[in-house]
Every structure is written in structure tokens, then in C-alpha cells.
């Protein structure tokens, strides 16, 4: 079965270290890939998304995200965490369909002062 | 500048009872969805729409009713309500569908069912 897997339920970094939050995708064909961040009590909104151009994908907030077929990845990055990063983050994808999304289990971020 | 709005933000039922949970969005969007959001497993799709007069079921359809009779309503019913329905639930809209295009959510309905 297709899936999305964000390895790390919580991730915990100090404030100005950098922030790498992981998500694999299991399918055969490069698949488009998103990444969406929810602040506590509000809904998600998109950070970031890969749609077959470059493999870079620059965001919001700072953030990038690699797509890496060979992996099978789409990493999340920021090189310098900030207090106002402390979020969840929900990597997500659409393998084979116009209107259903894969979702990964999420990622909560904390970030130490 | 509204986007999606959800009503209520809050709701608590008794088991057996029904409900309605509203969603309307003012980006002309056809490209409507609800998710239910559980601790550890994501977002799961219930339903979506993809048009005015056109649904669909997800990942997760029973006991969930929808209708979609204009671009801006896409409201979520629960006919019998069960403790396995407590969740937050978000509706999503697209101009273009889940693929390419930006989902835009709501703030959430959270829902206690006892």
C-alpha cells in the first residue's frame, strides 16, 4: 500500500540549531509532495511543495525540502530554528489520484530556548 | 478576507445524537473535503466534492453524510454519532483539486461524543 512515513513523532531542537524533519513516500512513480505546518489550535497551511520541477523547493518561513527519488525522501530543513517554529508538521503526497492526499502521522517540533 | 470558515468550534454529543458541522469558503473554490484528525495517525479523508452536486467518499466514509448544493457550502453530517467519531475535524478546499494545488483549511471543529 502507498505511504507517507515522517520518522520522529516529536523532534526537539534548540533555538538557532538547525531544524531536519524526515518523510519517506513509498511509490514507484515520483509522486507530487507537500509539506503543511499546523500551529496549536489553528488548521494547516502550506509550507512547501514538490510538483516535478526542481528538486529544491524553497517555502515559507525559511524552510526548503529536498526531493530525493533515489531515497525516496523529501526532507524537511530550516539551517536556524526559531521560537515561533514550535509547530506540527504533516508531510504529504499524491501518488496516484487528483483528489486524495497521503498524509504522514505528523511531526511536533519543539524547539529549547 | 474570510477563506474557510467552520462552524461550530465546539461540540459535544451523546451518543445516538445527529449533527451537522458547517463549512463555507469565499474563494470560489470547487474543490471542497473534510478530514478527521486523530493523536498519531494524520489527517484522514471523509469526504470530498469536486463540484457543486458532485461528492465523493475517502479514506474514512461511514457515518458521515455530505451534500454539496453550491461552490460555497459543503456541510458534514453525523446521522448517529459514536464515542469512535470524537475528533477534530477539518474542512479543506482547492481551487484545482488535492495534486497540484494549495489546500486551504479551516480552523477546525473539535467534537466530544460521550
Known amino acids: 500500500a502507498q505511504s507517507v512515513t515522517q520518522l520522529g513523532s516529536h523532534v526537539s531542537v534548540s533555538e538557532g540549531a538547525l531544524v531536519l524533519l524526515r518523510c519517506n513516500y513509498s511509490?514507484?512513480?515520483?509522486?507530487?509532495l507537500f509539506w503543511y505546518v499546523q500551529y496549536p489550535n489553528q488548521g494547516l497551511q502550506l509550507l512547501l511543495k514538490y510538483t516535478s520541477a526542481a528538486t529544491l523547493v524553497k517555502g515559507i518561513n525559511g524552510f526548503e525540502a529536498e526531493f530525493k527519488k533515489s531515497e525516496t525522501s523529501f526532507h524537511l530543513t530550516k539551517p536556524s530554528a526559531h521560537m515561533s517554529d514550535a509547530a506540527e508538521y504533516f508531510c504529504a503526497a499524491n501518488m496516484d489520484s487528483n483528489y486524495q492526499l497521503i498524509w504522514g502521522a505528523g511531526t511536533k517540533l519543539i524547539i529549547k530556548p | 478576507n474570510a477563506g474557510v470558515t467552520q462552524t461550530p468550534k465546539f461540540q459535544v454529543l451523546k451518543t445516538g445524537q445527529s449533527m451537522t458541522l458547517q463549512c463555507a469558503q469565499d474563494m470560489n473554490h470547487e474543490y471542497m473535503s473534510w478530514y478527521r484528525q486523530d493523536p498519531g495517525m494524520g489527517l484522514r479523508l471523509i469526504h470530498y466534492s469536486v463540484g457543486a452536486g458532485i461528492t465523493d467518499q475517502g479514506e474514512v466514509p461511514n457515518g458521515y453524510n455530505v451534500s454539496r448544493s453550491t461552490t460555497e457550502d459543503f456541510p458534514l453530517r453525523l446521522l448517529s454519532a459514536a464515542p469512535s467519531q470524537t475528533s477534530v475535524y477539518f474542512c479543506a478546499s482547492s481551487y484545482s483539486g488535492a495534486n497540484t494545488g494549495e489546500l486551504f483549511f479551516g480552523e477546525g471543529s473539535r467534537l466530544t461524543v460521550l
Open positions: 511509490s514507484s512513480v515520483p509522486p507530487y
